[in-house]
């Protein structure tokens, strides 16, 4: 839940921590590089400045080209609570790029979707869901996904 008045006054405690219990700031900055692609497209190749983790999301989101971010509030683990990235492969059917003994690569893949989004690879659409933007698609159809199995090989699948 978004706050709708951000006028002078702080919001109730309650809906604050409900935001941010949510992951929504982060989701917020993600859509906001986002919008911000669109209004100052990048200039450049954006090939050359992403990562390996970020082409590993492009060649695995290349048929469907729809993303989720989620996490686990509940969970014991402190690394299962990480907000990860989705990609939905087909239809109802994701993997993601999070696994608790690994934590340092989980964070690589949420930093190259934030690549991907500040190079405008990415359109955010409603709360948690993005998906590829025209040029992600032909950025991701000029990779080859072989040589990005082994990165690939991370992601788990995840109920739909």
Same mark, same amino acid.
């Given at each position: 839940? =978004?706050?709708?008045?951000?006028?002078?006054?702080?919001? !109730?405690?309650?809906?604050?921590? *409900?935001?941010?219990?949510?992951?929504?700031?982060?989701?917020? &900055?993600? &859509?906001?590089?986002?919008?911000?692609?669109?209004?100052?497209?990048?200039?450049?190749?954006?090939?050359? *400045?992403?990562?390996?983790?970020?082409?590993?999301?492009?060649?695995? &989101?290349?048929?469907?080209?729809? $993303?989720?971010?989620?996490?686990?509030?509940?969970?014991?683990?402190?690394?299962?609570?990480?907000?990860?990235?989705?990609?939905?492969?087909?239809?109802?059917?994701? =993997?993601? $790029?999070?696994? *608790?003994?690994?934590?340092?690569?989980?964070?690589? $893949?949420?930093?190259?979707?934030?690549?991907?989004?500040?190079?405008?690879?990415?359109?955010?659409?409603?709360? *948690?869901?993005?998906?590829?933007?025209?040029?992600?698609?032909?950025?991701?159809?000029?990779?080859?996904?072989?040589?990005?199995?082994?990165?690939?090989?991370?992601?788990?699948?995840? !109920?739909?």
């Amino acid at each position: 839940m =978004l706050i709708r008045n951000l006028g002078s006054t702080a919001p !109730e405690p309650s809906t604050l921590i *409900k935001v941010v219990g949510e992951g929504y700031p982060t989701i917020a &900055a993600l &859509a906001m590089l986002c919008a911000n692609a669109i209004t100052d497209p990048p200039t450049g190749d954006a090939q050359e *400045k992403l990562s390996d983790e970020a082409k590993t999301l492009l060649v695995t &989101a290349q048929q469907r080209g729809t $993303f989720e971010i989620r996490a686990t509030k509940v969970s014991f683990d402190s690394t299962e609570r990480f907000l990860a990235i989705c990609v939905e492969t087909e239809p109802e059917v994701f =993997l993601m $790029f999070r696994r *608790k003994a690994q934590p340092r690569q989980t964070i690589k $893949f949420f930093e190259g979707f934030a690549e991907l989004c500040r190079c405008g690879l990415m359109i955010h659409h409603l709360q *948690k869901d993005f998906s590829l933007s025209t040029k992600g698609y032909q950025l991701a159809d000029t990779l080859t996904a072989s040589d990005f199995e082994e990165l690939a090989a991370f992601a788990i699948e995840a !109920e739909g």
